[in-house]
C-alpha cells in the first residue's frame, strides 16, 4: 500500500486527513510548520512530536526527498547549480542566482521535456515524468538548506514545460506562497512556456499575479516551426491572440523570451517583424543570447546584431532588456548537467 505524499497536501487537506485518523487540531499547524515553513525531510526532524506520533506519521505518510548528485559553484558570479536526484533515481537541475535583491532560484518542473526545442538541452533524451508539488519544493528546501539562505524569487523556468504539469505546477505555487509555509509574493515567481494555447488562458482564468514568459524566439511561424515544434500546433496568431487575453485578464505584462541565434533570427528585418506582432500587448521583450550547447550548432549573437536588435524594439517604444548570463562557466542553462553526467 503506497503512502500519502504529505508535502504535496494543502493546509485544509492536512487537516481532514488528521481528523480522520483521530489527530488533534493543533497537530495540523505542527506538520504543516515543519513540512512548509521549516522544509524538513524527515519525521524524527519534527522534535516537538512525540516519538510515538512521529512513528505514526511515517507508518502512514512520505515525505519525498531529493539529494545534492552534484552541485557546481561558478567563480565569476557566484552562481550555484545542482543536479538533483530524486528518490526513484531520475535527476533534475535548479539553478540559485544572487541579485542585488536577494536570491532566485530557477527550478525544474518535469523530468525531461516534451516540447522538443531545438537549441534546447532540457529536451535532449525525452519526457520521462512530471514533478510532483512536493518536488518541486524539495529543490527549493535541499537548495536553501545547502547554502543557508533563504529565496525571495522563483522562477519556473528549468527542465520541462510548466503548463504541461498544469495541475502539479499550480498546486505547488498555491504551497509556496500560503503564508504559513514559505510565504512568497506571486509576484515574485515567473513561469515560463513554449506556448501552450488552452493552459494560457487556463491560467489567465486563474487570475495569479505571477509573471508569465512565453518563449517566442522568433518574429514569424517560418522561423519558430524550424526551433520549436509547439509551434506547428499553435501558430503565432493563436498564441499573440492567447497572451493578449492574458494579459487583459491579469493586467500583469508578459516577457516575451527570445533566443538571439546568430543568422536565424537576429536581424533588423526580424527586429522590425516583432515589433509589428506585438503591437498592442502589455508586454516586455527579454533578448537571451542562445546558451551554445555541443549537442547544437547554434552560435550567440555578435554584439553589434544585438546592440541594433535593442535599438529597434526601443525605438518602437517596447520594454526590452538583454538577459545578464550568470553561471557561464558551469553550464547554467537547464539540461547541461544532466547531459555531462550521462544522468538522462
Known sequence: ??????????????????????????????VYDWLHEKGVMSFDEMTNLSKQLRQQLESEFEIK?????????????????Y???????????????????GYSICISTQVGCKMGCSFCASAIGG??????????????????????????????MGTGEPLDNYENVL??????????????????????????????????????QLTLSVSLHAPNDEIRQK???????????????????????TSRRISFEYAMI???????????????RLRGILCHINLIPVNEIKERDYKKSDAESLKSFVSVCEKRGFAVTVRRTLG?????????????????
Not at 526527498?65 to 565569476?76: F, G, T
Open 328 to 344: 557561464s562557466d558551469i553550464n547554467a542553462s537547464c539540461g547541461q548537467l544532466r547531459q555531462s553526467t550521462g544522468t538522462v
Open 227 to 249: 526551433t520549436m515544434p509547439v509551434a506547428k500546433k499553435y501558430n503565432m496568431d493563436e498564441l499573440l491572440k492567447a497572451c493578449k487575453a492574458y494579459t487583459d485578464k
Open 127 to 156: 519526457f520521462q515524468r512530471n514533478l510532483t508539488p512536493s518536488e518541486m519544493l524539495c529543490e527549493v528546501f535541499t537548495a536553501q538548506r545547502d547554502l543557508n539562505i533563504k529565496v525571495s524569487h522563483i522562477v519556473l
Open 65 to 81: 526527498s531529493c539529494k545534492i548528485l552534484r552541485k557546481l559553484v561558478s567563480s565569476i558570479d557566484g552562481t550555484v547549480k
Open 262 to 276: 546568430k543568422g536565424v533570427n537576429d536581424s533588423v528585418d526580424n527586429a522590425e517583424e516583432l515589433c509589428r
Open 171 to 208: 498546486k505547488f505555487l498555491r504551497l509556496v506562497t500560503d503564508e504559513k509555509g514559505q510565504n512568497i509574493s506571486m509576484r515574485h515567481i515567473s513561469l515560463s512556456t513554449c506556448g501552450l494555447v488552452e493552459k494560457i488562458y487556463k491560467l489567465a482564468d486563474e487570475n495569479l
Open 83 to 101: 543536479l538533483f536526484q530524486f528518490d526513484d533515481g531520475s535527476t533534475v537541475e535548479s539553478v540559485v542566482m544572487k541579485y542585488k535583491y
Open 1 to 30: 500500500m503506497s503512502k500519502t505524499d504529505i508535502r504535496s497536501l494543502d493546509y485544509r487537506e492536512l487537516e481532514a486527513i488528521f481528523n480522520n485518523i483521530g489527530l488533534k487540531r493543533f497537530r495540523v499547524s505542527q
